[in-house]
């Protein structure tokens, strides 16, 4: 897997993945999302099913601006997080762990810190 994959992140309540994810599932395989996609099977504690759409590169801003773009024209409209894979690796958890984030009918996201590297240590710069 390339070192700087990322995901948005949709949490959809049981009402809405089904449907949710039909969309996503379909628009992935025919390569015009994300470079691949998952879903949880089961609920969080909160009842919320997580959904993540994958980039290559969490720092090329075109495509994961690209794929979020995607994603509110599928008609996600809440607050959007994207997290790079190095830093789940990392252990990086919690309501800080996101890369970026899109609030709520947003188009556009912004860097909340610096990315985690594919060896787990942070970028500087």
């Known amino acids: 897997m390339h070192p700087r994959v990322g995901k948005w992140?949709?949490?959809?309540?049981?009402?809405?993945?089904d449907k949710c994810w039909a969309q996503i599932d379909?628009?992935?395989?025919?390569?015009?999302?994300?470079?691949s996609a998952k879903r949880a099977t089961a609920p969080n504690d909160n009842g919320h099913f997580l959904v993540c759409v994958y980039t290559l590169d969490y720092a090329d801003m075109r495509d994961v601006s690209r794929v979020l773009g995607l994603l509110r024209r599928l008609g996600h409209r809440g607050k959007l997080l994207y997290k790079e894979d190095a830093a789940t690796r990392a252990g990086v958890y919690g309501s800080d762990?996101?890369?970026?984030?899109s609030p709520a009918g947003s188009?556009?996201?912004?860097?909340?810190?610096?990315?985690?590297t594919a060896d787990g240590n942070v970028?500087?710069?």
């Open 107 to 116: 188009d556009g996201f912004a860097r909340r810190r610096q990315p985690v």
């Open 123 to 125: 970028v500087h710069g």
């Open 9 to 17: 992140m949709l949490w959809l309540t049981l009402e809405q993945v």
């Open 26 to 35: 379909e628009r992935t395989r025919s390569g015009r999302l994300g470079i």
């Open 97 to 101: 762990a996101s890369l970026y984030v």
